[in-house]
C-alpha cells in the first residue's frame, strides 16, 4: 500500500505511524471505527450534508461531479477520495482546498494517539481524520468516497441523519479477497455478493440512486440548459438489459430491509463503440421523481472528463443531487458543473512536461475489465500501451478489451508494490525498469501513448511530469 510521502518532516513523521499499521488478519467490521469516532467526539454526527458513493468503477468521478455541480452552486464542500495519487493531502479535501501540512500533521496525531491502543488500519485513521477535520472547518456540503464495498467500509459509520443521498456507481468484480469471502446469510453469486456488499452503504430514509433499478420508460418535455434545443447525440434512456440479472433484486432487497428509497436516472447511455463525440453534442438527463415530485428531462453539455461512461457518472451524480432534499442545486449549476469538473488519472492527457515532453500521452488508472472496456470505448485510434498492473489484479483486464488497438506493449513494475512481469501480459510484452526508460522506448510514429493498470502507477506518471494534484 501506498502510504505516502512528505516533504515536511512532522507529516512524514505521522505518515511513518500510517505505514505501521495492519489490519489484523480476517478482521471485518465497524467495531473498531465507531470505537476510534467515540473518542474523538463523534465528529461523523456534525456534518453538512453528506453524499455517499460506492461502486467499483466511476465512483471517484461521481465525487468529481458531485463537487463541481455543489461548488457551481457557491457551495463550500468537504471531499474524502482514495488512493492519493501523489500526496497523501489529496485525501481530505477541506471547503474546497486540499488540507495543508501543518494541519494536516496534528490531524493525523491526534487521531493515531487517539486510537492507539485499538489496532485501527490505515483507511480507518483517514475517515477518522478526514470526519474529524470536516466537523471543525465550515462548509455546506461533503462528498465521500467508499475506499473498498461498502457494508464494511470505514466510511459506512456514517448515519441517517447527515446523509443527504447514497449512490452506486457502476459494478464489476473487483477485490475478490475481501468482498467475496465466504460468509453465511450472503449472496452466493459473485456479482449478487458485489451488489449486496456495495448496497450496504443504504440507510432509512436516505435515497438509493444506482443504474441498476429499472423505472418505467418516460418521454417528457425537454428543457435546454442552458438556450434552444441542439441535436441530442447521447441520451439517457431506459434500458436494462446489458446488466447482469442478479444485480438488482440484490440491490433491490437490500434497500427494501434498510428502508431506503430506490431511484435511479431513467436508463443508461446509447452510443456507437468507437464514436468520437463532436465538440457542440449535448446529454439528455430525464428523471420522474425530481423536486416536487415533477416529470421533466433536461438537455445538458457533455461532461468535460473523456469516456463514455462519464456521461453515466454524471447522470449518476444529477440524480443524488436531484433525488435528495437537504441542499438545493440548480440545473444550470449541474450544468456547469459537468462542464468543470476535473479528476485526475481517469483518460487524463498529460501536458508536455518531464517525462511525456511533447509526445500525445494519455493516463489511466483502470485496472479491471469495467475499465479495459471503458478504454475500448473511449480510444478510437491504435496506441503504445506502457502498463503496471499490482500482482493481485488480472493481467488479461485491459489487454483483452482492447485487443489489436495495442502497436507495442511495454511493462514496468509499480513503484513500492508488488506487480505483474512482463511475461504475465504475452510474448509481445516488453519489460521496461520504469517510466522513464519505457517512454524512452515508445515509437514515436504519431500514435499516442496510454499509460495505464493502476492508479499507483498513475500517481508516478504525473509526479514525473510535475504534474501534482491541487
Not at 70 to 85: I, K
Not at 286 to 314: C, F, T
Request: with cysteine.
Amino acid at each position: 500500500m501506498d502510504f505516502g510521502r512528505s516533504d515536511d518532516p512532522r507529516v512524514q513523521s505521522q505518515l511513518d505511524r500510517l505505514g505501521s499499521l495492519s489490519v489484523p488478519q480476517g478482521r471485518l467490521g465497524l467495531e473498531t471505527i465507531r470505537a476510534l469516532m467515540e473518542r474523538l467526539g463523534n465528529p461523523h454526527r456534525k456534518l453538512p450534508p453528506v453524499f455517499h458513493v460506492a461502486g467499483t468503477n466511476g465512483k471517484g468521478s461521481t465525487c468529481a461531479f458531485l463537487r463541481a455541480m455543489l461548488e457551481a452552486e457557491g457551495y463550500r464542500v468537504h471531499v474524502t477520495t482514495s488512493p492519493h495519487l501523489v500526496r497523501y493531502n489529496e485525501r481530505i479535501r477541506l471547503a474546497g482546498r486540499l488540507i495543508e501540512d501543518g494541519p494536516l500533521a496534528d490531524l493525523l496525531e491526534e487521531v493515531l494517539d487517539a486510537g492507539e491502543d485499538l489496532g485501527p488500519s490505515f483507511f480507518e485513521v483517514t475517515i477518522a481524520a478526514a470526519f474529524l477535520a470536516f466537523s471543525r472547518t465550515p462548509a455546506d456540503a461533503c462528498v465521500v468516497e467508499v475506499g473498498l464495498g461498502g457494508r464494511f467500509d470505514a466510511t459506512n459509520v456514517l448515519e441517517p441523519e447527515v446523509l443527504a443521498a447514497c449512490g452506486i456507481a457502476a459494478l464489476g468484480i473487483d477485490h475478490e479477497r475481501f468482498l467475496l469471502a465466504p460468509e453465511e446469510g450472503v449472496p452466493e453469486e459473485p456479482m449478487a455478493r458485489i451488489a449486496f456488499e456495495k448496497a450496504g452503504i443504504a440507510k432509512k430514509g436516505v435515497p438509493l440512486v444506482t443504474f441498476y433499478y429499472p423505472e418505467p420508460v418516460l418521454d417528457p418535455p425537454l428543457i435546454e440548459v442552458p438556450g434552444k434545443p441542439p441535436k441530442i447525440d447521447y441520451e439517457l434512456m431506459d434500458s436494462s438489459e446489458d446488466y447482469d440479472p442478479v444485480v438488482n433484486p440484490a440491490i433491490e432487497d437490500v434497500a427494501e430491509k434498510a428502508g431506503a428509497p430506490l431511484f435511479r436516472p431513467v436508463g443508461e447511455i446509447n452510443w456507437h463503440i468507437g464514436q468520437v463525440p463532436r465538440s457542440n453534442s449535448k446529454m439528455r438527463y430525464a428523471d420522474q421523481q425530481g423536486y416536487m415530485g415533477r416529470q421533466k428531462s433536461y438537455v445538458l453539455p457533455l461532461p468535460s472528463l473523456p469516456g463514455h461512461h462519464q456521461i453515466e457518472n454524471a447522470g449518476l451524480a444529477i440524480a443524488m443531487l436531484r433525488h435528495q432534499q437537504k441542499i438545493d442545486v440548480s440545473m444550470e449549476a449541474i450544468a456547469e458543473g459537468i462542464k468543470s469538473a476535473r479528476w485526475p488519472a481517469r483518460m487524463q492527457q498529460l501536458s508536455p512536461g518531464p517525462l511525456t515532453e511533447n509526445r500525445q500521452v494519455w493516463l489511466d488508472g483502470g485496472h479491471n475489465v469495467s475499465a479495459g472496456i471503458a478504454l475500448l470505448q473511449t480510444i478510437t485510434s491504435p496506441v503504445h500501451l506502457i502498463l503496471g498492473m499490482l500482482d493481485n489484479k488480472d493481467p488479461r483486464a485491459l489487454i483483452e478489451p482492447l485487443g489489436d488497438r495495442i502497436r507495442t506493449l511495454q511493462v514496468v513494475p509499480v513503484p513500492d508494490h508488488d506487480s505483474h512481469p512482463a511475461s504475465s501480459f504475452g510474448p509481445e510484452a516488453v519489460a521496461r525498469a520504469d517510466l522513464e526508460e519505457a517512454m524512452l522506448n515508445a515509437p514515436d510514429d504519431g500514435y499516442p501513448v496510454l499509460i495505464a493498470g493502476s492508479l499507483y502507477l498513475a500517481g508516478e506518471a504525473l509526479r514525473l511530469n510535475d504534474e501534482i494534484p491541487d
